[in-house]
């Protein structure tokens, strides 16, 4: 399986960005974490292989909005109303076994190579 993201920048506070992930394969429980620097990778959302049932974050929870795009075997995450702590490498995961995707890093099988986000203030 191979997950590519897409879509950071840099973008001023208040702005937003669009990431994608691609996925290749079949159909599976997905997830976006980030990671700032010096910091553990943390969850941001995720999305089941239906596309209907999201989590989110609290500290995202209002500002970002995770889809998907089954057709296409595509994952986003609109991001929107960004603030410089929201600053980090975003990495999208695949679940295979999970139907519904968990907040929980160990439970993702497959990762992509990260897309940096950087908020300016």
């Known amino acids: 399986v191979q ?11 208040g702005g937003s960005l669009r990431l ?10 997905m997830g976006w974490f980030r990671q700032a ?5 943390e969850f941001v959302a995720t999305i089941s292989r239906s596309g209907g049932s999201t989590k989110y974050a609290d500290s995202v929870k209002g500002r970002f ?5 089954n057709a296409k ?8 109303s960004l603030k410089p702590e929201d600053t980090a490498v975003y990495y999208c995961a695949a679940d295979r076994d999970l139907y519904t995707g968990t907040y929980y890093k160990s439970d993702y099988d497959y990762w992509g190579q990260g897309t940096q986000v950087t908020v300016s203030s």
Request: proline share 3%; with cysteine.
């Open 3 to 13: 997950l590519q993201a897409s879509g950071g920048g840099l973008v001023q506070a």
């Open 20 to 29: 994608s992930c691609a996925a290749s394969g079949r159909t599976y429980a």
């Open 37 to 41: 620097p010096g910091k553990e990778r």
């Open 65 to 69: 909005t995770i889809s998907r795009d």
């Open 73 to 80: 075997n595509t994952v986003y995450l609109q991001m929107s």
